[in-house]
RNA sequence: UCGAUACCUUUUUUU
């Protein structure tokens, strides 16, 4: 039960619901670890009701499984249901508040952030950096940084997230005297490619390759953050020699090069890349969905449609960038056509409808998405 | 040291 309890989460974590829940399904007795497990790979996929029959289904629930379920709640912003297991539960720990807070965090709701923090009646470093975020994703980096300084200790992960913040406001300087003042052997990967990633998008190259090279260990991932930097740039041909430059190439790596053809305005060379030079299984969703917008942008919508219709999967950006090509042309019958097909509406879904009934002149349209949209609410 | 909450890279779609 113990290695196919590893299995089981092994497979959760890379996304094979069917190998994990193959494995949960083969072994005899189940433990409360297992069903555990399985449940948070569920919730992990967005297979949420599924994760909630698991639960209903548990034998016995211990702590650990309440707080898994309300986290999946609040992970997904699904606050009510999120509260109204925190009611049910027998009792509350650390973890659970942590994910309501960072749940609130990423909603950008401050003001529910703080005053979580402040009626919680213990705090671990987890806590105190979802605090942290909560401000930063709020814009604001000197309540982010003044929770910074009062926190008990800093973890590698704090300051990571600072220095993260500070490069964001166009603080290097702040953001390279953090690390700086990191002890010695404490900087994590996460830490070094940050700190790269700061120089990168700060336009020092320099500075950037060199830490680049000091890191402990060769890193794509900041690698891949000094080509997506030139890239974002529009300076292509740097970009491309970074790129030939690397060892291997990961998806967020091909990515960054059909960003660096897409912002050098190259729509042609980036469909190239993807559709003829790119290594079979390179592209992911998010390289297909950039295509698509750019072929969108460009007017090209039967080209758009193709790589939409060729896709094995296709997320809530697939389906927004293809409605908003087709409203952007005008062809609102199509686009309203697909708006219908749509799996799930999120706000960026209706946003771009309601103003797409706007311009065709059918405000009376756009007045009752919003209306519908408010009530879902 | 089998399970829940957290940090880094690629971010493409509406305003």
């Not at 193959?22 to 399985?38: E, H, L």
């Not at 700060?202 to 890191?215: C, F, I, N, Q, Y």
């Amino acid at each position: 039960t113990y290695l196919a309890n590893l299995l089981i989460d092994m497979y959760g974590k890379c996304g094979s619901l069917a190998d994990a829940s193959a494995v949960f399904g083969g072994i005899r007795r189940p433990n409360s670890f297992s069903w555990t497990i399985m449940m948070a790979a569920y919730a992990r996929n967005g297979e949420l009701s599924t994760a909630r029959q698991l639960f209903d289904a548990m034998p016995c629930r211990g702590l650990v499984a309440w707080a898994a379920m309300v986290a999946a709640y609040a992970h997904q912003g699904l606050m009510p249901d999120a509260q109204d297991m925190l009611q049910r539960m027998p009792h509350w720990n650390v973890a659970t508040w942590n994910a309501m807070l960072w749940a609130y965090g990423r909603a950008g709701n401050v003001d529910a952030a703080t005053g979580l923090f402040t009626s919680m009646p213990e705090h671990d470093m987890v806590s105190w950096l979802a605090l942290l975020t909560a401000f930063d994703r709020a814009g604001q980096v000197q309540e982010a940084r003044a929770a910074f300084d009062a926190m008990p200790e800093h973890s590698a992960a704090a300051c990571t997230s600072m220095l993260v913040a500070h490069a964001r406001h166009g603080q290097l300087d702040k953001a390279v005297l953090l690390f700086d003042r990191m002890p010695p052997g404490t900087a994590t990967m996460a830490s070094w490619n940050a700190l790269v990633a700061a120089f990168a998008a700060a336009g020092d190259l320099r500075a950037a390759e060199s830490a680049r090279a000091a890191m402990p260990q060769t890193s794509l991932d900041a690698w891949n953050s000094i080509v997506a930097a030139q890239a974002a740039a529009g300076q292509l041909q740097a970009a491309k020699a970074e790129f030939d430059r690397m060892p291997e190439h990961d998806a967020a790596a091909w990515n960054a090069l059909l960003l660096a053809y897409l912002r050098s305005g190259n729509p042609d060379g980036a469909c190239d890349l993807l559709e003829e030079r790119m290594p079979v299984g390179a592209a992911d969703l998010v390289s297909r969905n950039a295509v698509m917008a750019c072929h969108c942008r460009a007017g090209r919508l039967g080209r758009a449609r193709r790589v939409f219709d060729g896709m094995s999967e296709r997320d809530a950006v697939s389906w927004n960038t293809m409605v908003a090509g087709y409203a952007r042309t005008g062809d609102l019958a199509e686009a309203e056509r697909l708006f219908r097909n749509m799996p799930r509406w999120d706000v960026v879904t209706c946003n771009l409808m309601i103003c797409a009934y706007a311009d065709d002149g059918r405000p009376a349209e756009a007045v009752r998405l919003f209306d519908t949209m408010q009530e879902r609410d």
